[in-house]
């Protein structure tokens, strides 16, 4: 069998066909191949070529599958078993990120930073987020952990900002956007209170 590439490939994704060649030629070559790891979402073996397939991954790490196929090459009604040939699917898993408690904090005091977490392995995990409200005092976007900043509320009313944070797995070279997961930040107004008129009163007169 010709050397067949190997795939990597995020959960959910499909897979690419695999159509199985060789270089003999005067008979005819059958295909049959098995599959190391049927929770990929290959079933476990078959014969002939692979069609495209939908990739799964419920874990949080890389999931492999080693595929094992074998030729046939029959002519004049013998057959003959030629050497096995393998190559992996390597599909990689959902990238979530760790649930985020929200905050209220007062205008001009400090927000606790933010530091992101997954419980994916086996890769690399970034993080990409977006602010809704720019005005408490954080960049409408960024990447990675958000650091303690500064609070402001101008206004006279609690204002909230929703931060949506997603997260990007990459393994050999394929990286795989996951599920986003939101939190809240609320920030405070400063109580003030309206002014009171100055007050002149006679002796024994009712203020």
Not at 17 to 43: E, P, Q
Not at 48 to 72: H, M
Not at 107 to 119: D, E, I, K
Not at 124 to 143: E, F, K, P, R
Request: with cysteine; proline share 2%.
């Amino acid at each position: 069998v010709n050397t067949v590439s190997n795939q990597v490939i995020c959960n959910g994704s499909a897979s690419a066909a695999v159509n199985f060649s060789t270089t003999a030629t005067g008979g005819t070559v059958t295909y049959a191949w098995t599959n190391s790891n049927t929770t990929i979402g290959l079933s476990a073996s078959g014969s002939g070529n692979i069609a495209s397939f939908t990739a799964t991954n419920n874990g949080t790490a890389p999931a492999i599958a080693t595929i094992t196929v074998t030729p046939t090459f029959t002519n004049d009604g013998v057959s003959c078993q030629g050497t096995a040939q393998t190559f992996t699917i390597t599909v990689n898993p959902t990238a979530t990120v760790n649930a985020i408690s929200n905050q209220t904090v007062c205008n001009g005091a400090a927000v606790s930073a933010v530091n992101f977490a997954t419980a994916a392995t086996g890769g690399t995990v970034t993080y990409a987020w977006t602010n809704s409200n720019a005005s408490i005092g954080l960049a409408a976007s960024g990447t990675g952990n958000i650091a303690s900043f500064t609070a402001t509320n101008s206004s006279n009313a609690p204002i909230t900002a929703t931060i949506t944070v997603t997260a990007t797995f990459t393994n050999a070279g394929v990286s795989c956007t996951g599920t986003a997961q939101s939190f809240t930040v609320t920030v405070n107004p400063t109580a003030v209170v309206n002014g009171v008129s100055n007050q002149i009163v006679c002796a024994g007169s009712t203020n």
